[in-house]
C-alpha cells in the first residue's frame, strides 16, 4: 500500500543519530519504508519495487517519487514493506540503477538494491565499552582471503585464537560493494553496501558482534577518496565529482564545489552509519591526503565529530584513524591547535626504514631510506621527514610531530599496501630469508612506543604473497588493468620476474593464507612480545611520554632511550649486522632478549635486548 510523506514518520521526525538521510529506510516501529534520493541531475525519479526472480518472471511496479521543493531530493513511502524488497531507481525514464546509498546488493554491482532492517541485526554486545587507544593492537585482514571460505561467517571462529595471541583490534579491509567476488575492496562503488560475496549486511553484523564476544575492536577499513572505476553511476545522480583536483584514482570526489553540502553529508552518514548501526569500534580512512576539500571546517574534523557523537550516545570507546603519507601533524592535532583531531595516524616512515635497511632494497620511495641512523630515528620519533629533503620527491617534506606521544601513530613491518604492491606480492618472510632479522623486525614494532599493526599470517611466518587481485567485468578495464601492472613492473618482468594477472582467479586463490603451513616458533614469539607489549609498554604509554633519544654505532648497532611520564626509562640496544657487537643491554630489569642476547655480554649478529629501568 502506498502513504502519503505525512501518514507515517519521515525522516525529519527521526532523530538524525539513528538514520541515513537517504536510501530505504525503517519508520522507528518498521511499518514502513521510507526512500530517498539526491538526483538533481533529474527532473523525474521512479522507484521500481521488483518481486519474484527472472526464473519466475520479475513482477515490477513503479511508484513516483516526490521531489522536495528544493535540493534535488526525491521521496517515497510505502507500508509492509518486507525485509530484503528489492528495487531500483530510474532516472527520466532511463535505465535501472541501483541507490547510490544501498545497503544490499544480492545480486552485486549490476543488480537491484534490496531493503535491509538494521532492527533485525541480533545484537549481543551491550556490555561492551570498546578498548583504550593506547591498548590497542590491531590485525589487519582481508575478508576474502583470510579463509579458505571468504566469508563475514568463516572468520568468527578464529576470532578467540587472535584475541589469544594478544591482539586487541581487528581491522577489516574494505567491504564496500565491488564490482564481482574478488577484490582489495578498495574499488568499491557502493560504500553504504556491504559485499554480497562476503555474506552481506547480516553477516558483517555477526561478524562484529562476535569481534566483540572475543574481547577485540573492530575496525573497517574505508573510502572516501575515490570510488571504482566499474558500476559507478553517481555521476548520473548529481554532482559526486569534481574537476577542480585530480587523485591517482581519476576525478576526486566534491566536497567543497557546487553541490558538495549532500556529498559531504553521504560520506558522513555513512560514517556514522559504520559506527552506529554496525556497531563499528573504529574506522580507518584510507589516504585521506587524496581527500581534497579547502572548505573551511574540514571533513577529516567532521567524521571525527561523528564519531565522537556515537560515543556519547553509545558509552562505547570510538576511534578514527587516517592513512597518510603527507607526514603532517596536523592529521592528529586537536582542533584547538589548527588539527583534524583524528585519534592516530598511519606511518610509513617506521615501516620504510626498517625495510630498506633489512632488505637493502632502494627502488622507487626506499631509496630515502635504509641507514641505522634512520632505523634508529624511526623507533624514536614517527616521521623521519619532518620538513627534511626528500631525494624521491626531490622536495622538502613532512613537518615536526613534536610533542605528539607515539600511541598516536601506527606502524608496521608489514601492510595490504606493503606487501600487495610489489611485482609479486611477496611477504618479509620470503625476502628476508633470515630468521633473525625476522625475529628483530618484530621485536622493534611490537616493543616500540607506537601501535602495532600486524598484518593477517605475519603471525605466523606466512610465507604465500598477497598481490593485487580484481574481478571487473569489462574486457576493456581488464585489459587496461593488466598493461597498467605490466608498466608499472617493467623492470622486473624485463630481468625474468613473473608478474601474477590481477585479474585471473588463480591470483587470488594463491593469496588465501596457507593456516596448515603455520610456524609454531613464530607465533609463540609474536605471543610473548604482545604479552611483555600488554604488561609492560601499555602502562608507560598511560603515564605519558618524556622523549627520547638515540644513538648508533655506525651501520652495525642502534641505541634508543625512551623516557616516560612517570621517569621510567625503556632502553632498546640492537646490533644490526652478521658480526657480534660491543654493545651491551642497557642496566635494568631485561624485558626481552632476541636471537641469542644476553645481559651484560656483547650483542650477537642480529640481537637486540629491551629493559626497563622503572621509576
Given amino acids: 500500500m502506498e502513504l502519503q ?22 519508520s522507528p516501529d518498521e511499518r514502513a519504508v521510507t526512500w530517498r534520493v539526491w538526483a538533481p541531475n533529474a527532473e523525474r525519479v521512479e522507484l521500481v519495487l521488483i518481486d519474484g526472480d527472472e526464473m519466475d518472471g520479475d513482477r515490477r511496479r513503479s511508484r513516483p517519487m516526490a521531489k522536495d521543493e528544493d535540493g534535488g531530493f526525491f521521496n517515497h513511502v510505502e507500508a509492509d514493506v518486507p525485509e530484503g524488497q528489492r528495487y ?41 565499552n570498546g578498548v583504550e587507544r593506547d591498548d590497542l593492537v590491531f590485525y589487519e585482514l582481508h575478508v576474502g582471503t583470510f579463509t579458505p571460505q571468504g566469508t563475514f561467517d568463516a572468520i568468527i571462529p578464529r576470532l578467540p585464537a587472535l584475541r589469544e595471541l594478544g591482539v586487541t583490534a581487528v581491522e577489516i579491509m574494505p567491504v564496500g560493494q565491488f564490482p564481482g567476488t574478488r577484490n582489495w575492496g578498495y574499488d568499491g562503488v557502493l560504500p553504504y553496501a556491504t559485499q554480497n560475496s562476503y555474506g552481506g549486511p547480516q553477516g558483517l553484523a555477526r561478524l562484529v558482534d562476535a569481534c566483540h564476544a572475543a574481547g577485540l575492536a573492530a575496525f573497517l577499513d574505508v573510502v572516501y577518496n575515490h570510488f571504482g572505476p566499474e558500476g559507478n553511476y553517481l555521476n548520473e545522480f548529481g554532482p559526486y565529482f569534481t574537476d577542480k583536483y585530480k587523485t591517482p584514482w581519476g576525478r576526486a570526489i566534491n566536497y567543497d564545489d557546487r553541490g558538495s ?113 634512520q632505523l634508529a630515528r624511526a623507533m624514536e620519533t614517527p616521521f623521519l621527514f619532518a620538513g627534511d629533503f626528500s631525494p624521491h620527491r626531490g622536495r622538502k617534506h613532512g613537518a615536526p610531530p613534536d610533542g605528539i606521544p607515539g600511541d598516536r601513530f601506527v606502524v608496521c613491518v608489514q601492510n595490504h599496501d606493503q606487501v600487495g604492491n610489489r611485482a ?64 608499472e613492473f617493467a623492470e622486473f618482468i624485463s630481468h625474468g620476474v613473473n608478474v601474477p594477472d590481477p585479474t585471473a582467479e588463480s591470483t587470488f586463490l594463491a593469496s588465501k593464507l596457507a593456516w596448515d603451513a603455520a610456524d609454531p616458533q613464530t607465533l609463540e614469539r609474536y605471543r610473548a612480545l604482545l604479552t611483555l607489549r600488554r604488561e609492560h609498554i601499555v602502562p608507560l604509554l598511560a603515564s605519558g611520554s618524556g622523549g627520547a633519544r638515540h644513538s648508533t654505532d ?43 642476547a644476553r645481559a651484560g655480554e656483547a650483542l650477537p649478529p642480529w640481537g637486540g635486548a629491551f629493559t626497563l629501568e622503572a621509576h
Fill in 5 to 26: 510523506l505525512t501518514e507515517i514518520p519521515t525522516l525529519r521526525n527521526i532523530p538524525a543519530a539513528v538514520v541515513r538521510r537517504c536510501g530505504a529506510v525503517a
Fill in 261 to 373: 553540502d549532500v556529498v559531504r553529508q553521504f560520506a558522513l552518514d555513512n560514517a556514522r552509519m559504520w559506527l552506529e548501526e554496525f556497531h563499528f569500534d573504529g574506522l580507518r580512512l584510507d589516504a585521506v591526503h587524496a581527500i581534497y576539500d579547502l572548505g573551511a571546517r574540514h571533513l577529516l574534523r567532521e567524521i571525527k565529530e561523528e564519531a565522537e557523537g556515537v560515543q556519547r550516545r553509545s558509552g562505547r570507546k570510538t576511534h578514527v584513524v587516517a592513512e597518510s603519507d603527507q607526514n603532517d601533524p596536523r592529521v592528529v592535532l586537536p582542533p584547538e591547535r589548527g588539527g583534524h583531531g583524528m585519534d592516530a595516524q598511519w606511518s610509513d616512515d617506521f615501516h620504510h626504514a626498517v625495510h630498506a635497511f633489512l632488505t637493502g632494497e632502494r627502488r622507487g620511495y626506499y631509496q630515502d631510506y635504509g641507514s641505522a641512523r
Fill in 88 to 128: 531500483v531507481y530510474r532516472l527520466d525514464g532511463g535505465d535501472d540503477r541501483p541507490d547510490p546509498c544501498s545497503l544490499w546488493q544480492p545480486e552485486g554491482v549490476p543488480g537491484p538494491s534490496a531493503v535491509v532492517k538494521p532492527a533485525s541485526f541480533h545484537w549481543t554486545d551491550g556490555n561492551w
Fill in 554 to 596: 655506525g651501520e652495525r648497532a642502534v641505541s634508543v632511550d625512551w623516557t616516560f611520564g612517570d621517569g621510567s626509562v625503556l632502553h632498546l640496544r640492537a646490533n644490526f649486522s652478521s658480526d657480534a657487537s660491543t654493545l651491551v643491554p642497557a642496566a635494568g630489569e631485561m624485558l626481552h632478549a632476541e636471537n641469542g
Fill in 424 to 487: 609479486r606480492g611477496d611477504r618479509l618472510t620470503t625476502l628476508l630469508g633470515t630468521p633473525a632479522k625476522q625475529r628483530l623486525a618484530a621485536c622493534l614494532m611490537l616493543l616500540s612506543p607506537h601501535l602495532p599493526l600486524l598484518f593477517m599470517g605475519e603471525e605466523y611466518g606466512e610465507a604465500r604473497p598477497f598481490p593485487f587481485f580484481c574481478s571487473f567485468c569489462g574486457e576493456e578495464l581488464i585489459q587496461a588493468v593488466r598493461e597498467g601492472r605490466k608498466r
